[in-house]
Nanobody, 119 residues
Framework: QVQLVESGGGLVQPGGSLRLSCAAS????????MGWYRQAPGKQRELVAT???????NYADSVKGRFTISRDNAKNTMYLQMNSLKPEDTAVYLC?????????????WGQGTQVTVSS
């Protein structure tokens, strides 16, 4: 049913910027929230940023002031603008969709896109 495709990852030097995209397709009736998570090798997956259907945003303390989450409802696409990137931002970034369909709640993950911040 639901498919999430991330793109925009790559290699960037410290202080650089990247813009991640997450395109959603399928029969989605009611979106509760969308978010970006990241996971580095040997570490737990952590929340980066979320945005609710009403537009409320939430950020991890480590990315506040540097990252911006947004969405384009017409394109069913979510974005993560990442500025002033640091080596510790290196991780696989995953798109997450939390939604309701036929009265039931679902949580779906994309395949992830690699972000590497290095000199």
């Amino acid at each position: 049913q639901v498919q999430l495709v991330e793109s925009g990852g790559g290699l960037v030097q410290p202080g650089g910027s990247l813009r991640l995209s997450c395109a959603a397709s399928g029969s989605v009736f009611s979106i509760n929230a969308m978010g970006w998570y990241r996971q580095a090798p040997g570490k737990q997956r952590e929340l980066v940023a979320t945005i609710t259907s009403g537009g409320r945003t939430n950020y991890a303390d480590s990315v506040k002031g540097r990252f911006t989450i947004s969405r384009d409802n017409a394109k069913n696409t979510m974005y993560l603008q990442m500025n002033s990137l640091k080596p510790e931002d290196t991780a696989v970034y995953l798109c997450n969709l939390d939604y309701m369909f036929r009265g039931l709640g679902y949580n779906h993950w994309g395949q992830g896109t690699q972000v590497t911040v290095s000199s």
